[in-house]
C-alpha cells in the first residue's frame, strides 16, 4: 500500500496542524482511498454522515473510522429522520471503537447496484438509542447486498429492530450483544446470517426472526424475548442451521420454524442446544427435512409441538416435558429414534 493510503486523519475537538480536522465530515472529504480517521477525544461528534466519496469524487475503498486507543467517542444525532452513519457502494470499510448514538438508524450500508458492492467490518462498537420504530428503522441495518462482519459490538436500546438484512446481504455477527430492541433483535429476508457466540436478550418481539434465509447459528444466547412473537429464534421458509445454542425464558418458542404461507415451510438442523423454560421447547408448524438431533429441553411450558411437517428425523433429544406423540400432528413420515422423556 502506497504512503497515502496509510496516512492518518485525526479529527478532535481541539483542532489543530496538518490533517487535523474538527469534524468527522471535513476529515471524510479531505481523505483519500484506504485512509485512517483516527478520533482523538470523546467528543461527541455531529452525525448525520454520509460516506461515500471524497472532495475529489474519488470511492473511499479501504477507509476505517476508529477511535484512538484508550478512547471511546460518541458520534450523535437528534434527528429519526435518517441514518447516523451511511456508508454508500464502498469495499473493506472499517468502522471500530464508536459510540453511535441516534439517527432512525445507527450504521447504514448500501449496495446501489452489483457492480458497487459494498462490504464493512463494524468492531468495537456500541449502537444505540436509535429512535423511530419504523420498518426501515433499526441498530444496524444491511440493504440489498450489502456484506458486514460485526465483530464484539453492542447494539442496544432501539426504538425498532436491533439488525435488520435485507435480500441478498450476508451479515457474520460475531462475539457481539443485542439487547433491549422496541421490536425483533434481528430481521432478515432472503439473505445470508452467521450469529456466532454472540447474545440476542430482552427484545419485544423475536430475537431473530429469518424468512427464506440460509446460514448458521452457533453457540449464541436467546433468552428474554417478549410478546406475542416472543421466540427466540423464528425462521420461516430458507434452510438454517442451530448448533450449541442457549435459549431460555423466551414468552413463545425456544425455536419455532414455519412458513411464509403455501410452502412447505423451514428446514434445517437443530443440534445440541439447551432449551429450557420457554412457553414451548420447539414448534414446526411446518417444518420439511428438519433434523433435530442431541438437544436437552427441560421446564418449557410444551416439550414440542409438531404439526404438518412431511418428515422430521428425531434422534438422542431428552426431553422434561411432555411427550412428543401427544403433541404431533399432520405427520406423513415421523422418525423417532433414541427419544428419552
Known amino acids: 500500500m502506497s504512503p497515502i493510503n496509510r496516512r492518518i486523519l485525526t479529527v478532535a475537538q481541539a483542532s489543530g496542524g496538518?490533517?487535523?480536522?474538527?469534524?468527522?465530515?471535513?476529515?471524510?472529504?479531505?481523505?483519500?482511498?484506504?485512509n485512517i480517521i483516527e478520533i482523538a477525544d470523546d467528543g461527541p461528534y455531529e452525525g448525520g454522515l454520509v460516506i461515500s466519496t471524497n472532495a475529489q469524487g474519488l470511492p473511499l475503498h479501504g477507509l476505517a473510522i476508529?477511535?484512538?486507543?484508550?478512547?471511546?467517542?460518541?458520534?450523535?444525532?437528534?434527528?429519526?429522520?435518517?441514518?447516523?452513519?451511511?456508508?454508500?457502494?464502498?469495499?473493506?470499510?472499517?468502522?471500530?471503537?464508536l459510540h453511535v448514538e441516534g439517527g432512525q438508524s445507527g450504521i447504514e450500508l448500501v449496495q446501489p447496484e452489483d457492480s458497487q458492492p459494498m462490504s464493512?467490518?463494524?468492531?468495537?462498537?456500541i449502537v444505540s438509542k436509535t429512535d423511530s420504530a419504523g420498518s426501515a428503522a433499526a441498530?444496524?441495518?444491511?440493504?440489498?447486498?450489502?456484506?458486514?462482519?460485526?465483530?464484539?459490538?453492542?447494539?442496544?436500546?432501539?426504538?425498532?429492530l436491533g439488525i435488520l438484512i435485507s435480500d441478498g446481504a450476508h451479515l457474520t455477527l460475531t462475539d457481539s450483544t443485542v439487547e433491549a430492541s422496541g421490536s425483533d433483535g434481528m430481521?432478515?429476508?432472503?439473505?445470508?446470517?452467521q450469529i456466532l457466540r454472540s447474545s440476542i436478550a430482552g427484545t419485544n418481539g423475536s430475537g431473530a426472526y429469518l424468512e427464506s434465509c440460509s446460514?448458521?447459528?452457533?453457540?449464541?444466547?436467546?433468552?428474554?424475548?417478549?410478546?406475542?412473537?416472543g421466540d427466540g429464534i423464528e425462521v420461516l421458509d430458507g434452510n438454517v442451521t442451530v448448533a450449541d445454542c442457549m435459549l431460555e425464558s423466551n414468552e413463545q418458542a425456544g425455536i419455532y420454524l414455519s412458513s411464509t404461507g403455501g410452502s412447505s415451510g423451514a428446514a434445517g438442523l437443530i443440534f445440541r442446544n439447551q432449551i429450557r423454560s420457554n412457553a414451548c421447547g420447539l414448534y414446526l408448524n411446518p417444518g420439511r427435512g428438519v433434523t433435530i438431533e442431541a438437544n436437552f429441553l427441560k421446564n418449557n411450558g410444551r416439550g414440542m409441538r409438531l404439526a404438518a411437517i412431511p418428515q422430521l428425523r428425531l434422534s438422542t433429544t431428552s426431553?422434561?416435558?411432555?411427550?412428543?406423540?401427544?403433541?404431533a400432528t399432520g405427520f406423513s413420515s415421523l422418525v423417532l429414534p433414541t427419544q428419552r422423556s
Open 18 to 34: 496538518n490533517d487535523t480536522y474538527s469534524s468527522l465530515k471535513d476529515a471524510a472529504r479531505a481523505a483519500q482511498p484506504g
Open 66 to 97: 476508529k477511535a484512538a486507543p484508550g478512547r471511546s467517542p460518541i458520534v450523535a444525532v437528534s434527528s429519526a429522520t435518517g441514518p447516523n452513519i451511511e456508508i454508500v457502494g464502498l469495499r473493506d470499510v472499517l468502522i471500530q471503537g
Open 120 to 125: 464493512a467490518t463494524i468492531d468495537q462498537c
Open 139 to 160: 441498530g444496524i441495518v444491511l440493504w440489498d447486498g450489502a456484506t458486514a462482519a460485526v465483530t464484539r459490538t453492542t447494539i442496544r436500546d432501539s426504538t425498532g
Open 187 to 193: 430481521d432478515a429476508f432472503s439473505a445470508n446470517v
Open 215 to 229: 446460514g448458521i447459528i452457533k453457540s449464541s444466547h436467546f433468552s428474554g424475548c417478549k410478546g406475542r412473537l
Open 319 to 327: 426431553s422434561c416435558s411432555p411427550p412428543i406423540p401427544a403433541l
